[in-house]
């Protein structure tokens, strides 16, 4: 299913005027006292890189804030909000910097969060788990569905709803990924097994050092399948069932695998969330 880019959409309208009235210059880059600004309470951020930060404050005081924080007007007077530059803000206070350049701009609950998503994912800044936390607070919160979060946050619908299934991983597994210990690749490998089958997986992954292939064999075992024999290879679909495949992949928006033989065949079609499997089924029957 085509689907427009949406990367950095958001920051980028807020550094144009909004036209909104303000009590900082609106067309404009000012400063403000660093200890007048309070983070996000949306940032979905929570784990900064202590070495991360004093790299960045280094450079801040060689350099200074080339790109300007983006503010709110706080509830209390004199007290503004931080919508963008989280890391930006620690980095500037542990360099000892008593203001900070600002542009200040009007922001909902849910803008807090998109925004504070998008710059985030622009630098690739989130873990796998901050950010399904962050797509499940806007699919729960502001009850956006995973088409519409992949078109804020520039991704594709299925990596959206991939992510958000790292959040049904049994804690150990979360824990492992939130620890580096192994990467969203191996997560997703384990995502088909009960959660005491994927403990006990990841047991065996970081005994071993299992990378992410070794790692799916190993679920397949647990589940019973057989192992695919070494060195066999499935036969290649022509190019002409390939095209039908993506045909059928752009009119259903989801994955869909032909298998085509002299005496028929099967579709299979591949779905990742209930949600997912409604709008296959309204597609193909309609709503009753």
Known sequence: MARKGGLGKGLDALIPGSGEPSALPESGITSLPIDQIIPNPRQPRTVFKPEDLADLAASIRLHGIIQPLVVQAGEQRGQYVLIAGERRLQAAKQ????????????????DLLELALIENVQRADLSPLETAEAY??????????????????GKSRVSVTNTLGLLDMADEVKQALLDEEISEGHARALKGLSQAAQAAALRTVLNLGLNVRQTEELARKLKGQRPAKAGAKKPGATPEIRALQERLREALGTRVTLTHGEKGGTITLHYYSDEELNGLIERMVGEE
């Open 95 to 110: 360099a000892g910097l008593a203001e900070v350049p600002v542009i200040q701009r009007e922001a909902s609950d849910q």
């Open 136 to 153: 499940r607070h806007l699919a729960d919160e502001f009850r956006l569905n995973h088409d519409q979060i992949a078109e804020r946050v």
